[in-house]
Nanobody
Framework: QVQLVESGGGLVQPGGSLRLSCAAAGFTFSIYAMSWYRQAPGKERELVATITNTGGSTNYADSVKGRFTISRDNAKNTVYLQMDSLKPEDTAVYYC????????????WGQGTQVTVSS
């Protein structure tokens, strides 16, 4: 059974940091690119960051460049999102996504974790 389980969300003050984790099970993690998406109330889901299956390449949305870092540990079947210098506009539900490196239509989603940035 495929599972993506996010954790690490919560309430943080502006300027603070959080580290999200997404633990994967039920598929061959090392052949999937991993991404973090987010969706704020009343807005469409947007891509935040992507890392290739080997971890050799990453991409970020302009809004988070220089503040967020995506990484993965293929031995632990886990992808991370380190979020620093958080802003109120980063408030959203954050979702983990796995996409097969060749068969792009094969992808899986986690259930999401809430991140709230507020004083």
């Amino acid at each position: 059974q495929v599972q993506l389980v996010e954790s690490g969300g919560g309430l943080v003050q502006p300027g603070g940091s959080l580290r999200l984790s997404c633990a994967a099970a039920g598929f061959t993690f090392s052949i999937y690119a991993m991404s973090w998406y987010r969706q704020a109330p009343g807005k469409e889901r947007e891509l935040v960051a992507t890392i290739t299956n080997t971890g050799g390449s990453t991409n970020y949305a302009d809004s988070v460049k220089g503040r967020f870092t995506i990484s993965r540990d293929n031995a632990k079947n886990t992808v991370y999102l380190q979020m620093d210098s958080l802003k109120p506009e980063d408030t959203a539900v954050y979702y983990c996504n796995a996409q097969h490196r060749i068969f792009k239509a094969t992808n899986y989603w986690g259930q999401g974790t809430q991140v709230t940035v507020s004083s």
